[in-house]
């Protein structure tokens, strides 16, 4: 039975009237009752979940796509499938943005996240490449963590500089571009200009106070429900801990690239950011919390107009003109063309 939420977040006052309204009309009643997990080693009532899942997207992201108009490229790099997303406002400078899509490891694909990627390549200009890992419990730890890391090894191969080079993750994915920056950190490779983690599930373990205090409010995640399944279907539980599977257990003190944690102060991971965010800093690295009020997990784009997704998407502009020192943005990129 799904729980009954005890404290309404279009209440708060704190919050704009469309985060409030998208909250009545679709988080409220709609978004947890669906997420009700397969066994973990069922594959095909998976593969059916995610099945049903995209086609949920699609609607929505061919309507972004009509009003973005940009160049979408199904290409791989290393063998590992991909779309290379070339936004309208695109010029080639040489920097690239690699992009995990989240899903709880078992969920989603590079299409239908582009109501994740869309937005934000038309509001920095850059070109986007969309990696669509394989997913869980098909393919299991490390194997996806190794498919980032060999987009990046043949991106760099084919001449873009590992600096020029930014990683960007939801949720899952934000583990992902971890793990995989900690792996190439790990072979030798000098440092990725910078990462983007937009409310990552830094933890796979039900550890951490927002597991607890935001469990019945939470509008999208459960781990009763969802992704205690997602986890076992991922890893095995002598790997949860494993710091590429849980980044809050890794040492970060060998050098990490500037990182962005975006999160909100209704996402049930919450506190893995918060984890994570302090496991960076006390090992002396670059790393920003920005955090933000009563919205919930994947804000930043669920919906694409919601404004303090805008706001999140203008700060990750400004972190990459910080690192590349240049301007990430058109003068009508906030705009609908």
């Known amino acids: 039975m799904c729980r009954v939420l005890t404290a309404n977040v279009a209440s708060a006052a704190s919050i704009s009237d469309e985060a409030k309204d998208f909250y009545e009309t679709t988080l409220r009643s709609a978004v947890r009752k669906q997420w009700r997990a397969p066994s973990p080693s069922d594959l095909r009532d998976w593969r059916e979940f995610n099945r049903n899942s995209i086609g949920k997207a699609l609607p929505i992201n061919k309507t972004l796509t009509d009003r973005y108009r940009p160049t979408l490229i199904d290409a791989e790099f290393g063998g590992v499938p991909v779309i290379d997303i070339r936004p309208s406002t695109w010029s080639d400078d040489g920097k690239v943005l690699i992009y995990v899509h989240g899903g ?35 393919a299991r730890f490390p194997r996806s963590i190794e498919q980032v890391a060999t987009v990046v090894r043949d991106l760099h191969n084919a001449g873009f500089v590992l600096g020029d080079m930014a990683l960007c993750g939801d949720s899952a994915g934000g583990a992902l571009v971890t793990a995989a920056a900690l792996k190439l950190r790990a072979e030798g490779l000098e440092l990725l200009g910078g990462i983007i983690l937009r409310s990552p599930w830094a933890d796979i373990t039900e550890t951490g106070d927002t597991y607890m ?97 805008q706001v999140a998407r203008a700060k990750a502009r400004k972190f990459l003109e910080a690192l590349w020192g240049r301007p990430y943005v058109s003068p009508s990129a906030c705009q609908s063309p």
Request: glycine residues 6%; proline residues 8%; contains cysteine.
């Open 104 to 138: 709880a490891y078992v969920d989603g694909s590079a299409a239908s996240s582009l109501n994740c990627t869309l937005p934000l390549a038309h509001e920095t200009g850059l070109r986007i490449i969309a990696v669509d890992y394989s997913l869980a419990p098909l």
């Open 213 to 309: 205090t935001l469990k019945d409010v939470e509008p999208l995640l459960s781990y009763a429900t969802f992704l205690s399944a997602a986890a076992y279907a991922y890893a095995d539980p002598s790997d949860f801990t494993h710091p590429y599977v849980s980044p809050v257990y890794a040492d970060f003190a060998g050098g990490f690239p500037p990182t962005l944690i975006q999160i909100g102060t209704r996402d049930l991971f919450l506190s893995n950011a918060v984890r994570l965010y302090q496991r960076m800093a006390l090992a002396g690295q670059q790393a920003s919390l920005d955090v933000y009020e009563g919205m919930w997990h994947g804000f930043h784009s669920l919906p694409a107009d919601l404004p303090e997704g």
